[in-house]
């Protein structure tokens, strides 16, 4: 290239591969964990210590609002009856890779996280042996990858890893080494659909297995339809995803204490059954991005059970049950209505909620 030459960046088809990418929407083969600007960016991460039944999540929306960036932020756990939230007035996703960050109060980025949301609140891990999404066309929402504007995208980047560190919940430290791990984003033009559903389990017999699954009303201008992905690891490594309508759908039928989801593709076959009762559920928030706020929005379960079977071929490859589920089932109307039924106020979303 002479000096004559533009800059790639200048190059038209930059210009436009990078307008496709701010709708939310990336090509396949691409690289969707860099931040596409949207009005929010979700980053969620999952612990889980099997030997002694602790389970710890750390979670970061950047969200845009018209005057900037601004995050909502949490930290909870399971068995200690432990939550904390909060809306921070400042919000940084990584353009160039993962990476989540809110002042000192939240950074996480592929190999380090670190919570600071009162001395009662914290969270600081290492991870590294990770297990990372393998490489393939699309992530998580297959072919909806590819759907400029849609309201959510979700992709499970990290499946495992070797994690080092601690946290604190109220009175209790937490020791995280050795634990197993997990990590997510999503992100939308609007924030969070009116209705969804999601569920992640590590703690299974063979400290390899994860599953993960995420489904709602997905909506794009006119287009407006459910739909369920499921991401299964298999003891021997093999990744499972099924989500596509055509070549692999996926049924969902979910209650506040029920998840029950069939799946299907040519080739393979997956079976999720999950329970928790309501009265264990963490209320948790979403954010309104362009009002600067956060909202109930989520009944988050963070210890139920939940039973898999793969199958291929019709062929049993794979079944076991974890008592250390994460199951979710999210709507505001549906939040408010459980903080209401506490006696909590239904707009508090500030340190400690429900718990």
């Known amino acids: 290239m002479s000096q004559a ?14 307008a496709y990418r701010a709708t939310g929407a990336d090509l396949p083969l691409g690289n969707v964990l860099p931040s596409h600007d949207v009005a929010m960016e979700g980053y969620f991460w999952r612990f889980t210590q099997p030997a002694t039944g602790q389970v710890v999540i750390a979670l970061a929306g950047i969200n845009r609002a018209a005057d900037g960036h601004w995050s909502t932020l949490g930290l909870a756990g399971h068995p200690v009856p432990f939550v ?8 940084y ?15 996480g980025s592929v190999d380090r996280l670190q919570v600071d949301l009162g001395p009662d609140a914290r969270l600081d891990v290492r991870i590294g042996g990770q297990v990372r999404w393998p490489r393939r066309k699309l992530g998580g929402s297959g072919v909806f990858h590819s759907v400029p504007a849609l309201n959510q995208y979700w992709h499970p980047w990290l499946l495992g890893g070797r994690v080092e560190g601690r946290a604190v919940l109220g009175d209790t430290e937490i020791d995280l080494d050795g634990a197993q791990v997990y990590g997510e984003k999503n992100w939308g033009k609007g924030g969070f659909p009116d209705s969804w559903w999601w569920g992640q389990a590590q703690g299974f017999a063979d400290q390899h297995a994860c ?9 794009a201008g006119p287009l407006r339809t459910e739909i369920t992905s499921v991401v299964v690891v298999l003891p021997d490594g093999r990744v499972v995803r099924l989500c596509n309508p055509v070549t692999s759908p996926v049924r969902a039928h979910v209650t506040d204490e029920r998840w029950s989801l069939k799946g299907r593709s040519p080739t393979w076959s997956v079976e999720i059954e999950g329970g928790s009762p309501l009265d264990s559920a963490h209320v948790l928030p979403v954010p309104l991005p362009t009002e600067r706020r956060n909202i109930p929005g989520a009944l988050e379960h963070l210890g139920g059970s939940m039973s898999v079977t793969v199958r291929r071929r019709g062929e049993l490859v794979w079944a076991d049950e974890s ?10 109307e549906r939040a408010r209505a459980e903080l209401r039924r506490r006696g909590a106020a239904p707009e508090s979303t500030s340190a400690p909620p429900v718990g």
């Open 211 to 219: 599953v993960a699954f995420a489904g709602g009303e997905v909506v």
């Open 323 to 332: 008592p250390l589920a994460a199951l979710e089932h999210g709507g505001i």
């Open 84 to 91: 904390r939230t909060a809306a921070h007035p400042e919000g």
């Open 93 to 107: 996703a990584n353009p160039a890779g993962l990476g989540a960050f809110a002042g000192e109060a939240f950074r």
């Open 5 to 18: 030459d533009p800059q790639p960046e200048s190059w038209p088809l930059s210009r436009l591969l990078r």
